[in-house]
Nanobody
Framework: QVHLVESGGGLVQPGGSLKLSCSAS????????IGWFRQAPGKEREGISL????????WYEDSVKGRFTIYRDTDKKRVYLQMNSLNPEDTAVYYC????????????????WGQGTQVTVSS
């Protein structure tokens, strides 16, 4: 069976860090653009970070720029989201998703989703 799996979420204090991991079962992530998205309670899901399949170019939404880092591991089997300087506004369910489109910056092309992992930032 083919699916994406996110892990690494949890409860962290403001100012703390977490590293989320996205892995695949039944396929590998090598040739996919990967996106991290999040959905806070009562809000729409938003794209926060992307990494392209072609050259590992990256994109960040303004609210996470300078605090979050997306990268692939060396064998390209996982994609990580390192999250630093977390604040309560980062509390959300975080999802990874894949895209095969050339237009890797187009959020609408990310169409295969994992189940999500909860991140809660609270003192």
């Amino acid at each position: 069976q083919v699916h994406l799996v996110e892990s690494g979420g949890g409860l962290v204090q403001p100012g703390g860090s977490l590293k989320l991991s996205c892995s695949a079962s039944g396929f590998t992530l090598d040739y996919y653009n990967i996106g991290w998205f999040r959905q806070a309670p009562g809000k729409e899901r938003e794209g926060i970070s992307l990494i392209s399949s072609s050259d590992d170019s990256t994109w960040y939404e303004d609210s996470v720029k300078g605090r979050f880092t997306i990268y692939r591991d060396t064998d390209k089997k996982r994609v990580y989201l390192q999250m630093n300087s977390l604040n309560p506004e980062d509390t959300a369910v975080y999802y990874c998703a894949t895209s095969r489109a050339q237009e890797w910056l187009e959020l609408r092309t990310y169409d295969y989703w994992g189940q999500g992992t909860q991140v809660t930032v609270s003192s």
